[in-house]
């Protein structure tokens, strides 16, 4: 019998890239969790939240899919795949009264650290490398994807001493692609909103002005 050649990550960014729906991407969970095995705790798992209609790995799939096709970063696509991996082990319950939902504070840190920690590791055992910047990027996205934002150049700036600004960009379309997969609640259409902004027109005028300080 004939044996099944691992998936390649050169693979499966293509893949992440290029598709536009998300069974495209569901049909090759396996093949996904053969090069990346963190990825299965992902999958099916109930995140018990009113902000959120899919599981998990679902939700990981739409965020994928809702970025545009047209970002020179692969890590940008890696991220929307990786975002929430850490939320599993952050899971807690609401303080409040009468709270049902299921929280994961922290989750973006969490994500983070499995990423560095786990994900690289192994693909740079199967001869899958990254370079420093694109392991530097990676993680960025992922620690921030759930940063709040608003139209101050405060924030922009903040950003703007960890990154450049087309790598601000890639993290605002990485909060978008992001809140577009949740159940649109006024608080994430707002930072749809805001986020889109910031990935647009009113992200270049802060950046000029911050050029111009």
Not at 66 to 74: F, I, S, T, V, Y
Not at 157 to 169: A, G, I, N, W
Not at 183 to 201: D, N, Y
Request: hydrophobic share 35%.
């Amino acid at each position: 019998m004939k044996e099944e050649k691992e998936m390649k990550l050169s693979e499966l960014l293509s893949l992440l890239k290029n598709a536009t729906e998300v069974e495209e991407l569901d049909k090759n969970r396996n093949d996904i969790e053969a090069l990346i095995p963190q990825v299965k705790i992902m999958f099916n798992y109930d995140q018990k939240n009113r902000y959120h209609q899919f599981d998990l790995w679902m939700h990981s799939l739409h965020t994928v899919v809702n970025l545009p096709k047209n970002r020179k970063d692969d890590m940008l696509y890696l991220a929307a795949l990786l975002h929430d991996i850490g939320k599993p082990t952050t899971r807690c319950k609401g303080t409040r009264e009468g709270d049902t939902d299921l929280h994961y504070y922290g989750h973006p840190i969490r994500s983070m650290e499995i990423v560095r920690d786990e994900v690289i590791p192994v693909l740079n055992r199967k001869g899958n490398l990254l370079s420093d910047q694109d392991v530097k990027r990676l993680l960025y996205y992922v620690e921030h994807h759930d940063d709040r934002m608003s139209v101050k150049l405060k924030h922009v700036r903040r950003h703007l001493k960890l990154v450049d600004f087309e790598e601000f960009q890639n993290f605002m379309l990485l909060q978008v692609a992001d809140a577009k997969a949740h159940v649109l609640l006024p608080i994430v259409v707002q930072r749809i909103e805001t986020c889109t902004k910031l990935a647009g027109e009113e992200g270049q005028d802060l950046y000029q002005k911050l050029l111009e300080e």
